[in-house]
């Protein structure tokens, strides 16, 4: 039980050997000095948000705070290793609004040794999991640097949820891992907040996951973020490629931009030209045009499930189009693609410019404007067009014939295409 005499002598002793009168101490924490006056004469105590940067001003522990004593001659602890489990307690209760969820099938909230999700699915006479893990890559220290904390964990569920679409699934939860080196409250929500609104943008749901402070692995204000997905289908509609067949066509789902590839070499551009931090392409900074959310495609495909019009999808990511698309093509069969008909971004054009690039270098690093690749019947292709673009801007770059290279690239891209 907390003792408010104590930890009041404490708090006022720090705030002395630390040189501040109760005025300044209040006036770094944005409070008045009666609520200093308050915590020190053990009439109140100071509210758990406030006990991180209470603690830091006066160069203690949160725990030796809720002690009333410094505990450097105790021997070792967790907090000394720079882990303060009474924070960290703190976050955890705040992280349970996010995963507040109407999903009757996740049975148990925060708080249990691991996460229960209900799949009994009686619909699907042979439900199938997917499962996948992914993280964001070298974006997220270029999203910490500049801002971007939420729309990475965008960029991660996004990610997530394309690469088990291709199959057909349907999403249903996700685990989120966060490693730190130390937990700055504030960064922390912004994150559970972030990666708890992808899922609901993704119709799933953010079940569990583990925040794991590293001080001694991980420098402080480094967050590294993962997470894992469930999907489901049934085994009957899953879709892997292995009914595309010749004749077929080949149609791509455009991107935004980067997405989540590509960001080191983009990382090393920036550092040869700071100076194009600030350059404006179509109305939008570089960093902004950079940091445009991983696009989602989900909502635009679901619907086309189970219709039997698309033999395989290729959601395009590190090794590009080549690279991604050539995992669902049969042996026995090549996809052509017409690199003159892919419609290339603004940003692509601006890298491949500036950076020198080659054509061969930018089609192994970037999508260049292809975001997800599906395999249609030919005769159903308008069908699937129509459907896509009241999504996404949708068009055939390619066909299916016979032969023995997966991927052939024909034609050029126009890197000056207005």
């Not at 960029?155 to 080196?181: E, S």
């Not at 989900?298 to 991604?324: P, Q, S, W």
């Not at 068009?395 to 891209?413: A, C, D, L, T």
């Amino acid at each position: 039980m907390l003792d408010s005499i104590k930890v009041g002598h404490f708090i006022m002793n720090k705030r002395k050997e630390a040189g501040l009168t109760q005025q300044q101490l209040a006036d770094k924490l944005n409070l008045s000095f009666q609520a200093v006056s308050k915590w020190e004469t053990g009439t109140a105590f100071p509210n758990v948000e406030i006990l991180t940067d209470l603690a830091a001003l006066l160069q203690v522990t949160v725990d030796e705070i809720l002690a009333g004593r410094d505990k450097e001659k105790e021997g070792l602890s967790y907090s000394k290793a720079g882990v303060d489990i009474a924070y960290t307690d703190s976050m955890k209760k705040e992280m349970a609004g996010y995963l507040e969820t109407k999903d009757e099938r996740v049975l148990n909230g925060l708080g249990p040794f691991a996460s229960l999700y209900d799949i009994h699915f009686p619909d699907m006479e042979h439900p199938v999991l997917v499962l996948k893990s992914e993280e964001p890559g070298s974006k997220q220290k270029l999203a910490m640097e500049y801002g971007y904390t939420e729309s990475i964990c965008h960029d991660m569920i996004n990610h997530l949820v394309n690469d088990i679409a291709v199959m057909g699934a349907k999403p249903l939860a996700v685990l989120d891992t966060i490693v730190c080196g130390n937990a700055e409250k504030d960064t922390i929500k912004t994150l559970i907040k972030g990666i708890s609104d992808a899922c609901r943008e993704n119709e799933c749901s953010l079940v569990g996951g583990e925040t794991s402070i590293q001080p001694l692995v991980v420098e402080g204000g480094v967050y590294v973020l993962t997470s894992s997905i469930a999907g489901i289908v049934g085994k009957d509609r899953i879709i892997d490629g292995s009914r595309i067949e010749e004749g077929d066509s080949v149609l791509n789902i455009a991107s935004n931009g980067l997405h989540t590839n590509g960001y080191s070499l983009v990382r090393l551009l920036m550092e040869r030209l700071p100076g194009i931090k600030l350059e404006r392409i179509e109305g939008m900074t570089f960093i902004e045009q950079i940091m445009k959310p991983h696009t989602t495609y989900y909502k635009a495909v679901k619907d086309l499930f189970g219709r039997e019009l698309i033999h395989g999808m290729a959601h395009i990511t590190g090794g590009g189009i080549e690279g991604n698309l050539c995992r669902i093509i049969p042996d026995g069969m090549t996809a052509k693609i017409d690199l003159s008909l892919i419609r290339t971004l603004k940003i692509f054009q601006y890298i491949k410019h500036m950076g020198n690039v080659s054509d061969e270098e930018m089609l192994r690093t970037f999508n260049c404007g292809v975001g997800f690749c599906l395999v249609v019947k030919e005769s159903e292709k308008e069908t699937v067009i129509r459907h896509i673009s009241r999504y996404y801007e949708c068009y055939e770059i390619g066909w299916i014939e016979k032969g023995s290279r997966k991927i052939q690239f024909v034609n050029s891209m126009d890197w000056n295409r207005k």
